[in-house]
């Protein structure tokens, strides 16, 4: 059964940096799309960065030049790099990845919950000002 366990989160000051991971355990092949994102209290999900289906890295446009993912080589793994952390930068970030085979040629994950299966149970990320 496939797992995706996050780590890395925890309490920084404003302007400061974290490294969160993501491992998916159980599942052998490679995702087809793997995701980040976010949730604060009292907020929806966000998206925050995708790998899509194409290889193709798509981020958030408030994490634009401050936020990095980069997967391992097989796709098991994939860490966000953030820096120039702002208090709005508080959530509960989740990992998640598509393992069902894509609708149709050419599909794209892109930020839409919908579009990923697995989710990890998420690691609290605190930004103070």
Not at 5 to 17: D, P, R, T, W
Not at 58 to 63: L, N
Request: net charge negative; with cysteine.
């Amino acid at each position: 059964q496939v797992q995706l366990v996050e780590s890395g989160g925890g309490s920084v000051q404003a302007g400061g940096s974290l490294r969160l991971s993501c491992a998916v355990t159980g599942y052998s092949a490679a995702p087809y799309c793997m995701a980040w994102f976010r949730q604060a209290p009292g907020q929806e999900r966000e998206g925050v960065a995708v790998i899509d289906t194409d290889a193709t890295i798509t981020y958030a446009d408030s994490m634009k030049g401050r936020f990095t993912i980069s997967p391992d080589n097989a796709w098991h793994s994939l860490d966000l790099q953030m820096n120039s952390l702002k208090p709005e930068d508080t959530s509960i970030y989740y990992c998640a990845v598509r393992l069902q085979i894509p609708p149709y040629y050419g599909f794209r994950c892109g930020l839409f919950e919908s579009s990923f299966d697995s989710w990890g149970q998420g690691t609290q990320v605190t930004v103070s000002s």
